[in-house]
């Protein structure tokens, strides 16, 4: 039984998704005098064919249980290898993790917004639409 449908669901993912990102952008900006550091990013993608590979289901032994999954998957961080910004090895490019971080935050305020707008529609249904 999913009490609220898969939409909380999926809101919490994508704040997961959010999070994660934001703080591996910190990271990078943290690092970008660090020699040798190489820029990190995350994958959705990645992320998504994780969670939807790694699902452990409950042993229910009573019709009256409910349904419930816990899900484990990789943080789909990954770095780029390859790259080499300036003389000393480091990856980060400051201009390009700004916008990153900024693209980040309205992706995330957007999300904290619908959850907000369902939780306030589940609160008008309780009090019976007063």
Do not use: C, W
């Not at 990856?91 to 309205?106: H, P, S, Y």
């Amino acid at each position: 039984m999913d009490l609220f449908g898969g939409t909380i669901r999926n809101l919490e993912n994508g704040l997961s998704y959010a999070t994660l990102k934001h703080k591996t952008i910190a990271n990078n900006i943290a690092n970008v005098d660090t020699p040798n550091y190489k820029a990190k990013d995350v994958s959705f993608k990645s992320m998504l064919e994780d969670a939807r590979r790694a699902t452990i289901a409950a042993n229910k032994n009573d019709i009256r249980h409910y349904d419930f999954q816990f899900k484990q998957f990789e943080s789909g961080v990954f770095d780029y290898a390859n790259l080499r910004a300036r003389h000393n090895g480091n990856g980060v490019n400051m201009d390009a993790e700004q916008a990153k971080l900024a693209e980040n935050t309205i992706y995330y305020n957007a999300l904290i917004d619908r959850v907000n707008g369902k939780l306030n529609t589940l609160n008008t249904v309780i009090k019976g639409g007063k």
